[in-house]
């Protein structure tokens, strides 16, 4: 997929676009995204980074980063991204002058928008000013109970069975294997340490089974109280592994939550848990899905 910073950097050429963050790329997203792509010409996502609400001082703890994000768009059959860097100049366009200076500039003829998408200043713009401008407009109903913030509470919560419904697959967990304390390996158990981007969200603190690499895990999140830790961890024991995981960007997928984190009465006695919560990853059933 090819990926522009700037609406000069794509070729000449009609588009149909999908217009957007689409963080996560949850099942409503790829409908839009569909949309796009059936319409049967240069299939486009415009989106953005940073996230808008971060850059209008608002508060958002994203579920993918962006590198993940055009990932998933190409999965889903869009041949060419436009990152817009989202600044304070950007969001105080006009939806007109947003749809002439970038819409029309990247020869976009179809426009696959959701039923409540809103662009431009203080989100003024909708479908009827896009038609008005000429544009072919392909509304996509919206996924009733389907949306980022919805999916964004669930996996803080740790309900990630009830979020990977929502999203159309598992939710996941994206970093960069750091060195960690070495105390897995002397259990039995080696884990790959995860350094997670400061802007994704950390579910909920516990043990949960899930996927990476094309191995099940056993995935830990939290402070490791049994040792008196205070400093967050995210810690993966990859089944049935071996390898050297330093530096290498890990995306797991979190498939079902196992149990809270907690302290032990001994280092024996923890050995054992660790010992079936491996188990319970093995046995475990990957979300279907949609």
């Known amino acids: 997929m090819n990926v ?60 993918s980063t ?3 994000r055009l990932e ?25 002058e947003f749809a002439e200076t970038i819409l029309r500039r990247i020869g976009t003829r179809v426009i696959a928008v959701g039923a409540d998408f809103r662009f431009g200043r203080a ?19 919206t996924v009733e109970g389907v949306s980022s913030t919805r999916v964004r ?16 697959r598992p939710p996941e967990l994206e970093g960069i294997v750091v060195p960690g304390d070495a105390r897995g390996g002397t259990l039995g158990y080696p884990t790959a340490n995860l350094d997670v981007p400061a802007e994704l969200l950390v579910p909920a603190y516990g043990i949960y089974a899930g996927a990476t690499l094309g191995h099940r895990a056993a995935i830990s999140i939290g402070v490791n109280p049994h040792y008196g830790g205070a400093d967050r961890r995210v810690e993966s024991y990859l089944l049935d592994f071996e390898g050297e995981l330093y530096g290498r960007r890990l995306v797991i997928e979190l498939w079902r939550r196992l149990r809270d984190e907690q302290a032990f009465g001994s280092e024996e006695e923890l050995i054992r848990q660790i010992a079936a919560d491996v188990e319970q990853a093995r046995l475990a059933s990957r979300p279907p899905a949609s």
Not at 16 to 44: C, I, N
Not at 74 to 88: K, M, N, S
């Open 72 to 96: 998933l768009f190409e999965t889903a059959g869009i041949a060419e991204t436009l990152v817009l860097e989202f600044t304070d100049e950007l969001a105080q366009l006009e939806p007109r």
């Open 66 to 68: 962006l590198k993940r």
């Open 153 to 168: 509470k669930l996996v803080a919560e740790g309900d990630v069975e009830s979020a990977a419904e929502l999203l159309g």
């Open 123 to 141: 989100r003024s713009g909708d479908a009827s000013v896009l038609e008005q401008l000429g544009f072919d407009v392909r509304s996509v109903p």
């Open 4 to 63: 522009a910073h700037q609406p000069a950097e794509l070729a000449p050429g009609e588009r149909a676009v999908a217009v957007g963050s689409f963080d996560g790329v949850h099942r409503g997203h790829r409908r839009v995204l569909e949309a796009a792509v059936d319409a049967g010409l240069s299939a486009t996502v415009v989106t953005f980074w940073p996230h808008p609400r971060l850059v209008l001082g608002n508060r958002v703890e994203l579920l």
